[in-house]
């Protein structure tokens, strides 16, 4: 919004008193306002005691004699000069004033590495519309709660393959994240052990006093050259807190169509036995979801465990206005004592 005054407005403008103006104001003194209804209640009260109390002398006319004056009600521009005053002065003693905050916030921030499991058993159907792309779902979500924490990512199946290295520029790593599909590596198989060590050797350089890695895979490491103990402990020797998510059901799920349309079911096993100890190496947490609302929930609870406090400091520039109206009560002010001491007092009282 582009408002009407600013500092260089001059004080003799009437922009000062546009309603958007004064709507545009901080009051520090707001209770003051107030006291503008007094001023009308003052002359209220003058003219009913100057009424009932002055003497008046009985003087009869006729009407043919009675005769509206334009000119006397020039007798009535002192009190409204004077009232008009006393207003300004209320409005100066409210001190009106804008104030311009500025926030600066910071964090020293986390380093995050999501390990994606993009196997051929990510496409099973209990998850919808499947393993995958619920993960991909739940992880444009995690980024978009993250403020100024570094992410990254590795993608696994037969080999690993690091996605993106740490980042801040979260709309990148989104882009990565939703261009994530079951093409990108052509080994087949579950490689948790290379998937691991490529996720240390991206974090081992950071510097930052928190490092999280988050794992998640629905399957038995059966590829790669690296026990997934082996790398979790490698993890473990540069700090990196490792939680890790075992995704899918156990039993019949659906998988694909078959040759008349209807969805295949085949027989899913997990083995949660590696994955647990990994969790417990990486001095992380191990969780089983087998649906999407569940798999949300832990996205969403790692989210609150890997907080990192972030530090505000807000710098206010407050701006005083109530000079303006001092200088239009003195220009007031000084009409006023002008037609109380010159000839035109004169005329407007006969």
Do not use: H
């Amino acid at each position: 919004m582009e408002y009407l005054i600013n500092t260089d407005t001059p004080w003799y403008s009437f922009r000062w008193f546009f309603p958007d103006t004064l709507r545009f104001f901080e009051w520090e003194n707001s209770m003051v306002l107030y006291g503008l209804l007094l001023v009308p209640a003052i002359y209220l009260l003058r003219w009913i005691l100057s009424y009932f109390f002055s003497q008046k002398l009985p003087v009869a006319f006729q009407k043919k004699d009675i005769q509206v004056n334009i000119w006397g009600l020039l007798r009535l521009i002192p009190d409204l000069l004077f009232a008009l005053f006393m207003a300004l002065v209320i409005l100066a003693l409210a001190r009106p004033q804008k104030t311009n905050e500025k926030v600066e916030q910071w964090t020293e921030g986390i380093d995050i590495m999501l390990v994606i499991d993009i196997s051929q058993s990510m496409q099973i159907e209990d998850f919808k519309p499947n393993r995958l792309e619920s993960a991909k779902k739940v992880a444009l979500d995690f980024i978009d709660g993250r403020f100024q924490d570094r992410i990254g990512m590795v993608v696994f199946s037969g080999d690993a393959y690091s996605l993106s290295p740490l980042t801040t520029d979260y709309d990148l790593l989104k882009a990565y994240v939703e261009d994530i599909n079951f093409e990108m590596i052509e080994n087949r198989g579950t490689a948790i052990g290379s998937a691991l060590a490529v996720m240390t050797n991206r974090m081992r350089e950071s510097e930052t006093n928190s490092k999280v890695c988050i794992l998640l895979s629905d399957g038995d490491n059966t590829a790669g050259n690296i026990d997934p103990i082996t790398a979790a402990k490698l993890a473990a020797t540069y700090n990196i807190k490792i939680y890790t998510i075992a995704i899918g059901k156990e039993g019949r799920v659906p998988f694909g169509k078959d040759f008349f349309g209807r969805p295949r079911m085949v027989e899913n096993t997990l083995d949660e036995t590696t994955l647990r100890e990994i969790a417990r190496i990486g001095d992380g947490n191990f969780y089983r979801v087998s649906n999407n609302q569940a798999l949300e929930e832990v996205f969403a609870l790692i989210d609150e465990y890997e907080k990192a406090e972030i530090n505000e400091t807000r710098f206010k520039d407050t701006t005083d206005y109530y000079q303006k109206y001092l200088y239009w009560a003195l220009l007031i002010l000084m009409l006023w004592l002008f037609s109380k001491s010159t000839f035109l007092s004169n005329v407007m009282q006969d």
